[in-house]
């Protein structure tokens, strides 16, 4: 039909010439393509004579067409299918774009991207450059190939994007392959892996603790500052040296051991006190601790090891042991009844003193309270210093109180009693001292019994008594006989001078008999008036 059409042209005069493809059937049966180009040879009238063929077989260039055909439909279903935004563009503008592209960028039909620039999908500050490498291309000039930009949706806003262009060959001619790949994610997670070790460069740099990346073989790769000043070497030296070069002997096969069994994969961490060796001989002590570092498959790669500076704590643990070591022995073999009062006044611990000065066995008095011991007129007296110090009002008293002794008899101490609090201030125990006075009391009650015996026979004895001031020589004393044969009442003889008592006849003899006892001390007769 279409050839006959063409002749129809023709005979008509509106073509000398015009060139068909058509099908043939071979003799075998196939078809085939040709190419053919006809012409007509005209009468001088101008009517047409006769008509010249020429035809040229071009089945297997119309094959070769189909292939590719199907080849580029096969190419844009795999396009269409591709998990990543696919653009086709010839010479700078949209001839394709598959459904990611479409999506990626805001875009509501494929004709949306035909014939517009490829650069309208770019941020305005990256066409530039997007431009210079089309040019490069063109000039056949090395130009980037694969790279990251910033995209540009149809609603304004802007992602990053990275870019893959390649050349192909289509049915209509060459054209670039542009796939671009939404990396907001991907650089989103950049970003927090990037401040995660800023994070942890600052970290390791200003922590106070030593750190150190090791090695499976527990050599150092990376140290921080604080490490360097714990053991006293700059990292390029820790690093060259051995682990066991600074570990103190004794402490270095514990530290092995468990290493393996980290890198063994029998731990995930351990920790550790250990010694370490400076340069200079000084031993300290560290507080170890380690982690295992995996790779993705979950083998270890190496450990994170963290070293806290406890020898300040070692110190003072040694010195508050040599301390309690000295305060057991002191209060055990005091020679003062000892004992600790939690803040409910138990017992909560007794020394040797005071199960002897008491009557009972260590473990009795540590089963009783500060008042099963107390007489009933003193009950009170613990509780209420134990109250008073509880509200911070004191934190240390001394006073008398009466017990009983396990025999029953009454014993007489002397109780001082302090509070221990601990670093904050919180009330911890109470530590008691209890002198034992009985026999002090004792000693005392007879005493004024003496002198009140002593009193009553001076103050009733039929003879004159006087007592002199030895410096002053002024009476401080004298009994009833004295004022009934003087005359005056006790209160105008006491505080008179001696001398004034005496007939100032027998004054010298008076002043004499005085010397006389002050020299010697010894007793002598003299008769005087007075």
């Not at 670039?176 to 994610?185: A, H, Q, R, S, V």
């Not at 008491?358 to 209420?384: C, I, W």
Request: proline share 3%.
């Amino acid at each position: 039909a279409a050839d006959e059409a063409q002749c129809r042209r023709i005979l008509h005069g509106e073509t000398d010439t015009y060139v068909l493809k058509k099908r043939y059937i071979h003799k075998s049966g196939k078809s085939v393509w040709a190419e053919m180009s006809v012409g007509c040879v005209r009468k001088p009238d101008g009517a047409v004579d006769y008509l010249v063929a020429l035809t040229n077989d071009i089945t297997a260039r119309k094959q070769a067409e189909e292939a590719l055909q199907a080849a580029e439909a096969r190419f844009r279903a795999l396009i269409e299918q591709a998990p990543v935004a696919v653009g086709l563009s010839r010479d700078g503008l949209g001839v394709y774009a598959n459904s990611r592209f479409l999506q990626m960028f805001g875009l509501a039909r494929p004709e949306d991207v035909v014939g517009r620039p490829a650069t309208d999908y770019l941020a305005l500050p990256c066409r530039a450059a997007s431009l210079e490498r089309a040019r490069l291309r063109l000039l056949g000039l090395p130009a980037a190939t694969e790279y990251e930009t910033i995209g540009l949706r149809s609603d304004g806003t802007e992602f990053p994007i990275a870019v893959s262009l390649t050349r192909v060959q289509l049915v209509d001619g060459m054209a670039t392959l542009n796939f671009m790949t939404d990396i907001t994610e991907r650089k989103a997670a950049e970003e927090a892996l990037r401040q995660s070790e800023e994070r942890f460069r600052t970290i390791f740099a200003s922590a106070a603790i030593g750190i150190a990346l090791l090695d499976v073989n527990q050599q150092p790769l990376l140290i921080n500052p604080a490490l360097e000043r714990f053991i006293g070497l700059p990292a390029a030296q820790l690093q060259q040296t051995p682990v066991q070069t600074v570990t103190h002997p004794e402490d270095w096969d514990e530290d092995v051991q468990l290493f393996t069994e980290l890198c063994a994969g029998q731990r995930d961490s351990y920790s550790i006190e250990k010694r370490y060796l400076r340069e200079n001989g000084q031993i300290v002590w560290g507080g170890l601790t380690v982690s295992a570092v995996y790779d993705a498959a979950g083998a270890v790669t190496g450990a994170i090891s963290m070293v806290e500076d406890i020898t300040e704590r070692k110190q003072f643990a040694e010195t508050l042991q040599e301390s309690e070591a000295k305060f057991r022995l002191a209060f055990s073999n005091a020679n003062t009844a000892m004992c600790l009062v939690d803040l409910q006044g138990n017992l909560l611990q007794v020394n040797d003193k005071m199960c002897a000065v008491f009557g009972y066995s260590k473990q009795e008095l540590e089963s009783m309270t500060v008042n099963d011991l107390a007489l009933p007129e003193d009950v009170a007296l613990s509780p209420t210093f134990i109250s008073h110090a509880a509200e911070g009002s004191e934190d240390s008293a001394i006073f008398d109180k009466r017990y009983r002794h396990r025999q029953g008899h009454a014993i007489y101490g002397e109780v001082s009693s302090s509070l221990v609090r601990d670093a904050e201030g919180q009330p911890l125990y109470f530590i008691s001292h209890v002198q034992d006075l009985t026999e002090r009391k004792r000693a005392e009650a007879a005493l004024r019994e003496s002198e009140a015996r002593y009193q009553d026979l001076y103050d009733n004895a039929p003879d004159m008594y006087l007592s002199v001031a030895l410096e002053t020589r002024l009476i401080i004393r004298c009994n009833q006989t004295v004022a009934t044969v003087t005359g005056f009442d006790k209160c105008e003889i006491i505080g008179r001078p001696v001398f004034e008592m005496y007939d100032p006849a027998c004054l010298a003899d008076a002043r004499l008999a005085m010397q006389r006892l002050l020299a010697t001390g010894a007793i002598h007769d003299t008769e005087l008036q007075i």
